[in-house]
C-alpha cells in the first residue's frame, strides 16, 4: 500500500483527486484501507473500481470479464463457473461503466487527428430496432467511441460527432463517410467556434479550417457491390491526397479501417452479429458491453498494423515491437492487462469553493490556497 500513489475519492473534500500531496495516510493494512487526513474519511483501494463491494475474488472476475471483452457467450461463463446469470450481467454493468469513465479521462483529450472514419451498426434489440455509431482515427487505430440511439436520424450523428470534436485539435482533419447526408450537416454544424465579439447577443460561429469531407458511396445490384463512388464535399483534391498521404501512407478515399472495426465488435459482441438468434433486451447492456470491448481494444490489445521494427546490434537483425492503438496515440507506455484497466483509478474534478455570501474566513482562504492552486 502506497499512499502516495492514491487520491481522495470524497466529492466533497478539497483535496479530492490529487495524488502525492501528503494528505493519504494508511488507516488499515489488513483491510486495505487509507484515511484523508483533510476530510478524515476512510475508503478501500477499491473504491472506483469495479471490484468495490465485491466479496468474489478479484482474480475470478477479472478472468470473467476478459472472456466477456474477447466474445465468449455470458451462457457459457455461467455454466463454466457456476454463476448467476444476474451476477455476471451485474459484472459487465459494473466493467462498462467504468471503462466509459476510463475512456472520458484519457481518449477524449484533444490530439492532431489528421483522418477519422465514421459508420453505423443496425443493432437487433428484443423487440425494436437500435443504431449504434462509432468512429475511429486511422493513424493509430484508436476507437474515439460510440453512441446509442432508436433511430438513425441526425440527432444520433451530431452526437457522435461532438465526441469527434472532444478529440481533435484544430487541426487539418478528414473525415471519411458513407453516402448519408447527415453526416455533412453534423460535421458542418459541431466544428465550429465562437468568435468573442464585445457586441451583446450570441457571437457568430467561425468553421474550424482545414475540415475535409469525403464520401464513399457503394452501389449494390442484388446484394453485391457493383461500383464504388468516391467525392469530396468539402476541401480540395489536394488536401486529401496530404492527409492521406499522412495517415495512411496514401491511398484513396476509404472507410475500410472503420469497416474492419465493425467486424471486430461484431465478434466480440453477440447482440451484433448480423443474422443470429442472440438478441439484446436492454439498451444499456448494448452501452456497457460496446464500451467494455473499445476499451479493452484500446488498451488491451496489439494491433498487428502499428507494430513498429527494431534493429538489434550490428547484425541489423529487425524485431518487431507490438503496440496498442493507445500505445500508437501517445496514451500510456506500455500495453494494460486487464487487472490494471478495472483497476486504474479516474480521478473527480478538482475541488471549487462554495460561493457564499460575505468575508471568507481565514480557514477558508487556507484550504482554497492549499488545494486551488
Given at each position: 500500500?502506497?499512499?502516495?500513489t492514491?487520491?481522495c475519492?470524497?466529492?466533497?473534500?478539497?483535496a479530492?483527486?490529487?495524488?502525492?500531496?501528503?494528505?493519504?495516510?494508511?488507516?488499515?493494512?489488513?483491510?486495505?484501507?487509507?484515511?484523508?487526513?483533510?476530510c478524515?474519511k476512510?475508503?478501500?483501494e477499491t473504491?472506483?473500481?469495479?471490484?468495490?463491494?465485491?466479496?468474489?475474488?478479484?482474480?475470478?472476475v477479472?478472468?470473467?470479464?476478459?472472456?466477456?471483452?474477447?466474445?465468449?457467450?455470458?451462457?457459457?461463463?455461467?455454466v463454466?463457473?457456476?454463476?448467476?446469470?444476474?451476477?455476471?450481467?451485474?459484472?459487465?454493468?459494473r466493467?462498462?461503466?467504468?471503462?466509459?469513465?476510463?475512456?472520458?479521462?484519457?481518449?477524449?483529450?484533444?490530439?492532431d487527428?489528421g483522418?477519422?472514419?465514421?459508420?453505423?451498426?443496425?443493432?437487433?434489440q428484443?423487440?425494436?430496432?437500435?443504431?449504434?455509431?462509432?468512429?475511429?482515427?486511422?493513424?493509430?487505430?484508436?476507437?474515439?467511441?460510440?453512441v446509442?440511439?432508436?433511430?438513425?436520424?441526425?440527432?444520433?450523428?451530431?452526437?457522435?460527432?461532438?465526441?469527434?470534436?472532444r478529440?481533435?485539435?484544430?487541426?487539418?482533419?478528414?473525415?471519411?463517410?458513407?453516402?448519408?447526408?447527415?453526416?455533412?450537416?453534423?460535421?458542418?454544424?459541431?466544428?465550429?467556434?465562437a468568435?468573442p465579439?464585445?457586441?451583446?447577443?450570441?457571437p457568430a460561429?467561425r468553421?474550424?479550417?482545414?475540415?475535409?469531407i469525403?464520401?464513399?458511396?457503394?452501389?449494390?445490384?442484388?446484394?453485391?457491390?457493383?461500383?464504388?463512388?468516391?467525392?469530396?464535399?468539402?476541401?480540395?483534391?489536394?488536401?486529401?491526397?496530404?492527409?492521406?498521404?499522412?495517415?495512411?501512407?496514401?491511398?484513396?478515399?476509404?472507410?475500410?479501417?472503420?469497416?474492419?472495426?465493425?467486424?471486430?465488435?461484431?465478434?466480440?459482441?453477440?447482440?451484433?452479429?448480423r443474422?443470429?438468434?442472440?438478441l439484446?433486451?436492454?439498451?444499456?447492456?448494448?452501452?456497457?458491453?460496446?464500451?467494455?470491448?473499445?476499451?479493452?481494444?484500446?488498451?488491451?490489445?496489439?494491433?498487428?498494423?502499428?507494430?513498429?521494427?527494431?534493429?538489434?546490434?550490428?547484425?541489423?537483425?529487425?524485431?518487431?515491437?507490438p503496440?496498442?492503438?493507445?500505445?500508437?496515440?501517445?496514451?500510456?507506455?506500455?500495453?494494460?492487462?486487464?487487472?490494471?484497466l478495472?483497476?486504474?483509478?479516474?480521478?473527480?474534478?478538482?475541488w471549487?469553493?462554495?460561493?457564499?455570501?460575505?468575508?471568507?474566513?481565514?480557514?477558508?482562504?487556507?484550504v482554497?490556497?492549499?488545494?486551488?492552486?
Amino acid at each position: 500500500m502506497d499512499p502516495q500513489t492514491v487520491f481522495c475519492p470524497n466529492l466533497d473534500c478539497p483535496a479530492r483527486g490529487q495524488v502525492g500531496q501528503g494528505n493519504i495516510g494508511v488507516f488499515h493494512n489488513k483491510e486495505h484501507r487509507y484515511i484523508c487526513h483533510q476530510c478524515h474519511k476512510t475508503f478501500t483501494e477499491t473504491k472506483g473500481t469495479p471490484f468495490y463491494r465485491l466479496r468474489t475474488a478479484k482474480d475470478q472476475v477479472t478472468v470473467v470479464l476478459t472472456l466477456l471483452a474477447y466474445g465468449c457467450p455470458a451462457q457459457a461463463i455461467v455454466v463454466a463457473f457456476g454463476l448467476d446469470e444476474r451476477t455476471v450481467r451485474d459484472w459487465l454493468a459494473r466493467a462498462g461503466q467504468h471503462c466509459e469513465q476510463v475512456h472520458q479521462q484519457l481518449v477524449q483529450q484533444p490530439r492532431d487527428l489528421g483522418q477519422v472514419q465514421a459508420d453505423e451498426i443496425r443493432v437487433k434489440q428484443q423487440g425494436q430496432i437500435v443504431w449504434l455509431a462509432m468512429a475511429l482515427q486511422v493513424a493509430t487505430r484508436l476507437w474515439l467511441g460510440a453512441v446509442v440511439s432508436p433511430r438513425r436520424d441526425l440527432a444520433l450523428i451530431i452526437a457522435l460527432v461532438q465526441q469527434i470534436r472532444r478529440c481533435a485539435l484544430c487541426r487539418p482533419l478528414l473525415v471519411c463517410i458513407d453516402g448519408w447526408r447527415a453526416y455533412v450537416g453534423a460535421i458542418q454544424a459541431v466544428f465550429r467556434e465562437a468568435m468573442p465579439t464585445r457586441a451583446r447577443g450570441r457571437p457568430a460561429l467561425r468553421p474550424w479550417d482545414g475540415i475535409v469531407i469525403a464520401q464513399v458511396v457503394k452501389q449494390y445490384a442484388q446484394g453485391h457491390v457493383i461500383g464504388v463512388v468516391r467525392r469530396i464535399v468539402q476541401g480540395t483534391a489536394d488536401q486529401v491526397r496530404d492527409l492521406l498521404q499522412r495517415t495512411q501512407g496514401g491511398g484513396v478515399i476509404n472507410t475500410a479501417y472503420i469497416e474492419r472495426l465493425n467486424a471486430t465488435f461484431r465478434s466480440r459482441l453477440a447482440g451484433l452479429v448480423r443474422r443470429g438468434r442472440s438478441l439484446l433486451r436492454q439498451t444499456s447492456t448494448l452501452q456497457v458491453g460496446v464500451y467494455l470491448v473499445g476499451t479493452v481494444y484500446n488498451f488491451c490489445t496489439y494491433h498487428q498494423s502499428l507494430r513498429v521494427p527494431l534493429l538489434i546490434g550490428r547484425s541489423g537483425r529487425r524485431h518487431w515491437v507490438p503496440r496498442t492503438p493507445a500505445m500508437a496515440a501517445g496514451l500510456t507506455d506500455h500495453r494494460w492487462t486487464m487487472h490494471e484497466l478495472l483497476t486504474y483509478h479516474v480521478p473527480p474534478p478538482r475541488w471549487t469553493p462554495p460561493k457564499r455570501r460575505g468575508r471568507p474566513s481565514r480557514e477558508t482562504k487556507r484550504v482554497i490556497q492549499q488545494w486551488c492552486q
